[in-house]
């Protein structure tokens, strides 16, 4: 950590905070999260952390937050990721009380692009929602960012799954309604493409690459 200055605290969570940092080398600011070893599964042995970390070291896209270093002390491992400073995508969806939907399209595109990835290395990203995305910095193109300031979503056991039942069941037991005060113009082509993602039967229920294949977002 000797070439790396702690900044202020950007998010906290019961794992460890997310501070933003600068490599003093280069002055590039960059994310740092101090995950404390004690709030790791018992499940996660010193071999299984660094086979997350590797994972993570691998993946590499354009609208992922990028695992860029790591370090390791007697009671923490430290996290340094590619960060973003823009807007989340809830905060512009407040501010602007609603998302043009040529814009939703090219918005979710990148996002399920990145969400492919991580899916092929075996990794899936369980908090995501608008919150979560966030632009990688203030100008008007900047591409929205999917991040995960930690290791813990990494899938090495099928039991992982165990914590995403609920979500899953609600899935399965609730049938997409577009009430019309708010979704009368909004076109077919993208209450489809919902439908398509929130299907209760997981055999029909598109995937990460499928999703990319629907019209909706293909033909953007």
């Not at 042995?45 to 590499?60: A, F, G, R, Y």
């Not at 919150?131 to 203030?138: A, C």
């Not at 100008?139 to 609920?166: H, V």
């Amino acid at each position: 950590m000797e070439f790396y200055q702690l900044g202020n605290i950007q998010t906290k969570s019961v794992s460890g905070n997310v501070h933003k940092a600068v490599f003093t080398l280069t002055g590039e600011q960059v994310a740092i999260k101090v995950l404390a070893k004690s709030t790791l599964d018992a499940a996660d042995t010193e071999e299984v952390v660094l086979s997350k970390i590797d994972t993570m070291l691998k993946l590499d896209h354009p609208h992922f937050a990028k695992l860029l270093d790591w370090f390791e002390a007697d009671d923490k491992y430290y996290l340094v990721f590619q960060l973003c400073t823009g807007k989340t995508l809830f905060d512009k969806i407040r501010d602007h009380g609603q998302l043009a939907e040529a814009d939703a399209s090219k918005y979710m595109q990148g996002i399920f692009q990145a969400v492919a990835q991580l899916h092929q290395h075996g990794i899936m990203h369980h908090k995501l929602n608008p919150r979560k995305l966030v632009f990688l910095d203030s100008t008007n193109e900047a591409p929205l960012m999917l991040t995960r300031y930690d290791i813990s979503c990494t899938m090495q056991r099928k039991n992982e799954l165990e914590t995403q039942k609920a979500i899953l069941k609600a899935m399965q037991d609730t049938e997409v309604d577009f009430d019309d005060r708010y979704w009368k113009d909004v076109s077919d082509q993208a209450k489809d493409f919902i439908r398509s993602c929130m299907c209760g039967d997981p055999e029909k229920r598109l995937t990460a690459e499928q999703a990319l294949e629907h019209p909706w977002l293909s033909s953007k």
